[in-house]
C-alpha cells in the first residue's frame, strides 16, 4: 500500500501494519495524520504517514526521520511522546501521542486571547518543554501555535505538548535541514538574527515563546503586515507592550521585553529561567485593563468571554478585511482539518467581517440554544450574481492563499496578470461563502462548537442557529468530521446548510437547515440517509430549474451521482453512477462553475497524477456527458496541487487556478498556474499568469465550495 496523491485516504477499520484505522485528523501536502489504535496495546496514537510521491525525495525523509530522532530523545511532560517508527509498505510513517484538545492556533482563533494566568501557565509549559530539549542538545527553530497541542479540551485549565521537530537542530548536526539559502520556522515568530541568515540557537527558540506569549494574550502576533513588514518589525520595532500599571501587566511586560529583546545577549539565559518567570507570572492576579477574557461555563458556544478592555500597543497591525465579492451559485468551503503542525489553503472567497456588529443569539442565554424560527418563504430579490474569484470588487477574479494561523493574501488580478499579494486577516478553519440575504455580495458562515451541539453564525447578521449534527452511530467527533456546503434546495432564492455525515462504512447523511435570507437557519431535518461513496457533496442546479441537487463523487471510481432536491424535504438518488471520462487513477478535485458563459453552471473535473486531465461535465436529464477540455501527459509537476475556479480575465468564463508545486520551480515551492477558459470546449495553460515561489508550504483549498479540499 502506497499512498500516492491520488489514493484514497485509509477510511475507519483499515490496517496500517499493527494499527487499526480510526478516523482522519489532518490533511496535508505531505500526508495523513489519523487517529489509530494499536492492536498490540489497545493504545490511541497519531499516526503520520507520508504520500508516496515524497518518499522519492531525500531531503523530505531527511526531515521524516530527524523528527523521529529527536523526539526519541526527548523525555518531557509537554513535549508529545513518539511511540514508534518505521516505513510499513514502502510508506514512512511516526506513531506518536495523542492530544485530543487540537492545536493552540485553532483555539486562539475560536476563541480569542486567553484569561491572561492561563495564556502565562501555557507558555510556562512550552517553556519547560524547550528546557527539557535544549538539555539534551535540541533546537526547536519552529515554535509557533500550530505546533503547540493541548491534551483535552477543556478550558478551565491547559496541560500542552510541543510537537513538529522536523526542522530541529541537534547538536550532532552539522548543518540544518534547511535549504541553502533559506530560513527555516515562521515569520511571525523568528528571531531578529534568525531573519538576517543567523543560525537557529536556544535564545531563537526563548524569543519565540516570547511571541507565544504575546499571540496568547492579545490574539496576535507581535507585529502584523507583509512579510517584509513583519520581518522589519521584529528587527527595528519597539518589544509591544501591554497597557496599565497593575501588577501583571508590569511584570508581563518585563518578560515580553526581555524574552523578545533584539540583542539574543539580552534575552533570558536559559529556557528554565524563562519558564520560572513565566510561571511567577501566572500566580499573579490581573486587574484593570490588564483583566482581559474570563471563562464561560462549558458547552455549546463555550470559549473566552471577553471582558471591556483597552486596546493593546504593538507593531504595525495587518489591515482589516472588507467584504469581497465572486460570482457563484452558493459557494461554499467545508470544513478543513488541518495537521497539528501545519497546513495551507487557497481561497477564492469574502475574506471575512462585513463591519456588522457581533453576533447574538436569540432567546435566552441558557445553556442549550433556541433554534431560530422557520424561515419564510418570501423569494429572494433578483440581484445580480458576484463574478467567480473576484476578492477586491473589481469584476476579475482573484486567488486567496492561506496557511493555517496565517493571514489571507490575495493576489488581485488586473485582467492580464496577478499582481503582488496583499496580506488580509486570518481565515477561519470552518467557514463557508455564500451570498445569504442575496445583496449581490458574498458573506461569511462560520460553524463552531462541539457534536453534537453545532452552530452557524453569518457574520454581520447578528444571528447565532444551533445546527445540531447526528453522533450516535455515526463517525463524527468534532465540527471537522462534517462536510458544510450552502445550495438552494428549497428554491427560494436563499441559501440553505448542507450538513453530510458519514453514519455508517459506507452509509451517509444529509441534513439541511433551511434559510430565509436574515442570516438564520432553521433546525435541521434530513433530507437523504443511505449509501454514497463519500461524505463530500457539489451544489449544482443539474436541470436548470433554479432549485440545487448535489452530486457525490466516488473519487476513486471517478464517478458521480446525482442527488435531485424535490424542493421541500428530499433527495433522491437519480440514474445510475456517471464516470468523468477522465482517464486517470482518480478524481483530484470536482467543482460547479460556469465555463462557458451561458449563465448555467457545469461540473469541472480534474486529475493531476503525473500529468494533468481536466473534464467538463454537463447533466442530460438521465447522466452527465462529459468532454475533454485540457489533457497533458507531460505537464510538469512534482507534488500534490489544489484548484479552484476564477474568472480572472472577466470575460464571464469559470478559469481554472492550480496552485502546487511543479517542476519548473525549486524543490517544494509552491506555484500558481492558470487555464483560460475558452469559452467553448478547451482550457489553455496561461503562461503569463504563473507565479513562481509563493510564501506557503502546503497551500490547501478553501473555497469556493466544499468538495473540492476532500478531508
Known sequence: MVLSPGSPQLGPGASFGPYRIDRVIGVGGMGVVYLATDGRLGRRVALKTVLGHLTDSPAFVERFQREAAALARLESPHVIQIFDHGVEDDVPFIATQYAAGGDLGHLLRTHGPM???????????????????HRVGVIHRDVKPANVLLRDDRLDRVHVYLCDFGVALTDTDTGGFTEPGGVSGTWNYLAPERISGG???????????????WETLTGRPPYG????????????????QLPGDDEFSRHANRVLARALAKDPTERYPSASALRDDLRSLAGLTPSGSAQKPVLAPAGDGAGWQPTPQTAVSAGRAGASTPRRSRRAVWGAVAAVAVLACGTGAVLAVTTGDDGGSAPTTSGTSSGSDPSPTSPSPTPAPDTPEPITGDLTGDGLGDVGLIEAAEPLRVYASDGR?????????????????????????????????????????????SVRSPVPVPVEGSFVTSVLDVSFNLADLDGNGYPDLVMSTQVGETERQVDVALGDGTGAFAAPTTWFSGPLPDRQLVPL?????????????????????????????????????????????????????DVDGDGTDELVAVADPGGLEIGVLRWDGTAFESDSWFRERAW???????????????????????????????????????????????????????????PFTFPRLLGPQANNNYV
Not at 507583509?226 to 520595532?237: F, I, K, L, N, Y
Open 225 to 240: 503586515g507583509s512579510d517584509v513588514e513583519v520581518a522589519m518589525g521584529h528587527q527595528g520595532e519597539p518589544v509591544p
Open 636 to 694: 510538469p509537476r512534482f507534488g500534490t496541487a489544489t484548484f479552484v475556479l476564477s474568472d480572472v480575465d472577466g470575460d464571464g468564463d469559470d478559469d481554472l487556478v492550480r496552485v502546487g508545486d511543479d517542476r519548473e520551480s525549486p524543490r517544494f515551492e509552491e506555484t500558481i498556474n492558470v487555464f483560460l477558459s475558452d469559452g467553448t470546449s478547451a482550457y489553455t495553460r496561461g503562461t503569463a499568469w504563473r507565479v513562481g515561489t509563493i
Open 115 to 133: 484569561p491572561p494566568q492561563l495564556a502565562a501557565e501555557l507558555c510556562s509549559q512550552v517553556a519547560d518543554a524547550m528546557a527539557d530539549a
Open 541 to 593: 442546479d443539474a436541470d436548470d430549474d433554479g432549485t440545487d441537487d448535489l452530486v457525490s463523487v466516488d473519487r476513486t471510481a471517478g464517478t458521480l451521482t446525482l442527488l435531485r432536491s424535490d424542493g421541500s424535504a428530499a433527495l433522491a438518488v437519480e440514474g445510475e453512477p456517471t464516470a468523468t471520462g477522465i482517464d486517470s487513477f482518480g478524481i483530484e478535485a470536482v467543482m460547479a462553475g
Open 417 to 461: 496578470r496577478f499582481l503582488d499579494p496583499e496580506r488580509k486577516k486570518r481565515a477561519e478553519n470552518v467557514v463557508l461563502s455564500g451570498d445569504v440575504d442575496r445583496d449581490g455580495v458574498l458573506d461569511l458562515v462560520r460553524i463552531g462548537g462541539d457534536p453534537p451541539n453545532l452552530a452557524a453564525v453569518v457574520a454581520g447578521l
Open 199 to 213: 543560525p537557529g540557537s536556544a535564545a531563537t527558540d526563548l524569543y519565540a515563546v516570547g511571541c507565544l506569549l
